[in-house]
Each structure stands twice: as structure tokens, then as C-alpha cells.
């Protein structure tokens, strides 16, 4: 059936038929290619072939190797459990700033229990202290209406403070029991380490088949061999954590309703969603999550050390923007800045000299899709950059020290920079809520 494309007709006041002004039609919105499962697994080999190929081309074995993946696994937990936390407080409409102090205090009840107790009672004390964290930001930024940015800083603030602070009271004090352990200052005694799972017999064929450094097959075994050899259970507790996240927020009704509270509270207020209940049950989660994270760090290292978050708790809120408030994207996101972190610590700069031209080549396939989508200016910003990048790997041997030691914080970045476009918060993230605002 053909359409009739010709303009109304309107009679004018005069009784005489005016052709009314023709509107103009919208031009359909391209689709984004949404990511299915297949495409990921395609884009994981896809990364492996790159990663084996650098790897006999510029000889830096540790890109691939066991070790790699076990260092940059145990990094990758604590960051992404506070992009985790990051995703449950923001998915209900509240900004949690305040992530890295949450994981100071989870770190400091870790270290102040587990040298005592041990390690599972100081991941507990660790959520217990994160999870008094967050019910001060909910208690500042839902029932009183403060702003989440300034109280996010404020106990990030405070927690410094009072981790400091309760150190020398507690671990420096002389003569204490503490003092006597090992602790100072500074520092927790130590305590005991935490248990490992390994795969028998399966961990040690990996690891056999990786020291022959053939192509893609031992790659992939040394990957999978840092799966499945000493891998901590604070990691498998993580693993699961992730997993059951998706599930409640994305297949429950806790989950929808809490989404609700952050999408738009007054609709949800209407339907007889309590939004302060769900705002502050997700805030209270995302500062337990946030503490696990920092009680990983001390139970790792085995002791609490002052300083000891570093920034993570900023970088896990990197991780969720650019996974875009979704627990994969979450996880991709810190096992990429852990990848980058383990790099720089067991590679230095031979090895991240070798991802020159990794980004060199990603870079130059950027510009080309750019290019070929009409996006001029970022495909000739893409091909200067691959072709820089090309020349410094040619004309070095490896990288400065300095440039080493914030490679990680680069490839955030970028990574972040790549990712603006497709990024979707919550509608009402940020913005205060009072109960019966829309009657």
C-alpha cells in the first residue's frame, strides 16, 4: 500500500482550502551495536591473537605469562569491588564520592581484627566498616538532603583522619599488646594468611604447557593457569559477589524497584516504592562492598598500613563509568587496570614498551573505523596518535620509569575517553529526593 506523501489540506477562514506547511520528517537515529555474548567471546579472542602475536614479536613473555594474570587478578579484586559498591549507590541515584574512604575504614577493621582473629573474621570487620561508612553518606545525603558530592569528600576526609588517628591510639600505643605484635603507627601486627583453592593436576599441566611459549596454546594456559592455581577465596567470594549483584539489580523486584528509585523517584513514589528505604539499603551495600575491597588489601599483604588504598577507591568509580553502571562492565574495566598495574610492577619498561605497539595498531584500526563513519576530526586524531606512537617504539628500546609507573592511569583514560559516548547514567543520579515531592 502506497503512502500518500502530499500535505493536509486545512481550510483557511475564509472558507478556501491552504495547504498547510508540510512537516518534516525525522531522520531515524543509527542503532548502537549492543555487545551479545558471542561478541564478546569474539572480541576475547580477538585480544588473545594480539596478545600472542606482541608476544613473538617483541619478545616480552610476561604479557601472557601465569604470573601476569595471578598479580593482575589480585589487583584487579579490590578496584572492582568499589566500582561494584560504586554501581549499587549510583544505580539508586546517589553519587558515592566517598568510595575511597570507605575502603580506608574497611582496611583499618580488617587489620585491627584479623591479627587477632584472622583473615575471615577481618574481611567481615572490613564490611562491617565500610558498611558504617555508607550509612553515614546515606544518612547525610538522603535524610538531609546534603549534597553527595561534598559528602562524599567529607568522609573520604574524615576517614583519613580517623584511621590515623585510631592507629597510634591502638597499634603504636607502648606497651600495648599491639605494640608487642609488630604494630606501630603506621602499621597492624601481621596476621595470617589467608587459605588458597588450586585445581590439582589441571593447575600443573597449564603451567607445563605455557613454558613452551607456543603460540596462542600456551598463552591461554598460562591465563587459564592463573584461574585455577592459589587463587584466594576473598577472589571466588568476589566472583560470586558480581554474579549475584547482576541477578538482584537486573532479575529481581528489590533490583527493579531500587533502579526505579534512581531512574525517576517521584514514578516510583507513586507506585508505592519506599525510595529512602531502597537509597539507603543500596548505599549501606555499596560501603560493605567498598570495604570488602579495602579488607582485601590489608588480608593480602597481611597487615594494615597507612596509605594503603592508594587512589583505589577513585579508580573503581573510573571502572563503573566506564562500564557503564553494569557489573560486566565493571569487571572489565578493573581487570584491565589490574592487567596494567601488574604490568608495570613485574614487566617495568621493557614490557610496556611492547604495548606501544599494541596501541599503535588499535589506535590506527580506530582511525580507519572513524574515518569510514565520517568522524573526520577523531579518525585524524586517532591516525596522528598510532603513527606517534609507532614511531616512539621504533625509535626506543623502552619506556621512562616515570611513564611506567602511570601506565595504568593512562590506560583508564583512554579507555574512558573511548567510552564517553555510549555512557548512560541513571536520570536522577545526583539530585536530592524529598518523600511526597510530586504530589
Excluded at 617483541?58 to 589487583?75: I, K, M, P, V
Excluded at 616515570?402 to 564517553?420: D, H, K, M, N, Q
Amino acid at each position: 500500500m502506497s503512502e500518500n506523501l502530499t500535505a493536509p489540506v486545512a481550510k483557511g477562514s475564509d472558507g478556501t482550502s491552504a495547504p498547510k506547511t508540510p512537516q518534516t520528517t525525522k531522520a531515524p537515529q543509527a542503532r548502537r551495536t549492543k555487545l551479545t555474548y558471542p561478541k564478546v567471546l569474539l572480541l576475547i579472542a580477538g585480544g588473545l591473537i594480539l596478545l600472542s602475536l606482541l608476544r613473538i614479536i617483541t619478545g616480552a613473555n610476561n604479557l601472557t605469562e601465569s604470573g601476569q594474570y595471578t598479580a593482575a587478578l589480585n589487583a584487579a579484586v579490590p578496584i572492582g569491588l568499589a566500582g561494584l559498591g560504586g554501581l549499587w549507590a549510583e544505580r539508586s541515584g546517589v553519587v558515592n564520592i566517598g568510595l575511597e574512604g570507605m575502603m580506608m575504614l574497611g582496611a583499618f577493621s580488617a587489620g585491627a581484627v584479623g591479627w587477632q582473629h584472622g583473615p575471615w573474621a577481618a574481611a567481615l570487620a572490613g564490611i562491617l566498616g565500610g558498611a558504617l561508612g555508607g550509612l553515614l553518606h546515606a544518612l547525610a545525603t538522603v535524610t538531609f538532603g546534603v549534597d553527595h558530592i561534598i559528602s562524599g569528600v567529607a568522609i573520604n576526609i574524615m576517614a583519613l583522619g580517623l584511621t590515623q588517628f585510631l592507629a597510634k591510639l591502638w597499634f603504636g600505643a607502648a606497651g600495648g599488646t599491639a605494640s608487642a605484635a609488630g604494630g606501630n603507627d603506621k602499621q597492624s601486627p601481621p596476621m595470617p594468611d589467608m587459605p588458597t583453592f588450586t585445581v590439582p593436576g589441571l593447575s600443573d599441566w597449564l603451567l607445563s604447557v605455557e613454558k613452551h611459549h607456543w603460540f596462542l596454546v600456551s598463552d591461554l594456559a598460562g591465563i587459564l593457569g592463573a584461574l585455577v592455581s592459589n587463587v584466594s577465596w576473598l577472589t571466588l567470594l568476589t566472583v560470586a559477589v558480581f554474579v549475584v549483584s547482576f541477578f538482584v539489580l537486573w532479575r529481581s523486584s528489590f533490583g527493579l524497584r531500587l533502579r526505579s528509585s534512581g531512574e525517576g523517584p517521584v514514578a516510583a513514589e507513586s507506585l508505592g516504592v519506599n525510595v529512602y528505604r531502597y537509597k539507603y539499603a543500596a548505599v549501606i551495600v555499596s560501603g560493605a562492598l567498598a570495604g570488602l575491597g579495602g579488607a582485601f588489601l590489608a588480608i593480602y599483604v597481611h597487615i594494615y598500613q597507612d596509605g594503603q588504598t592508594g587512589g583505589r577507591g577513585y579508580i573503581g568509580l573510573a571502572t563503573m563509568i566506564f562500564g557503564n553502571w553494569r557489573p560486566g562492565g565493571v569487571a572489565m574495566g578493573a581487570g584491565l587496570f589490574g592487567f596494567m598495574d601488574a604490568l608495570q610492577l613485574r614487566g617495568g619498561g621493557p614490557t610496556v614498551h611492547a604495548l606501544l605497539l599494541l596501541l599503535a595498531v588499535l589506535l590506527l584500526g580506530l582511525a580507519v573505523w572513524k574515518l569510514r563513519g565520517g568522524h573526520r576530526t577523531q579518525g585524524v586524531i586517532s591516525l596522528v596518535a598510532a603513527v606517534l606512537l609507532a614511531v616512539w617504539y621504533a625509535t626506543s628500546d623502552t619506556v621512562p620509569l616515570e611513564i611506567v609507573g602511570v601506565a595504568p592511569y593512562l590506560a583508564t583514560l583512554l579507555v574512558l575517553s573511548l567510552a564517553a559516548q555510549r555512557l548512560r547514567p541513571p536520570k536522577a543520579i545526583g539530585k536530592t529526593y524529598r518523600r511526597g515531592q510530586g504530589k
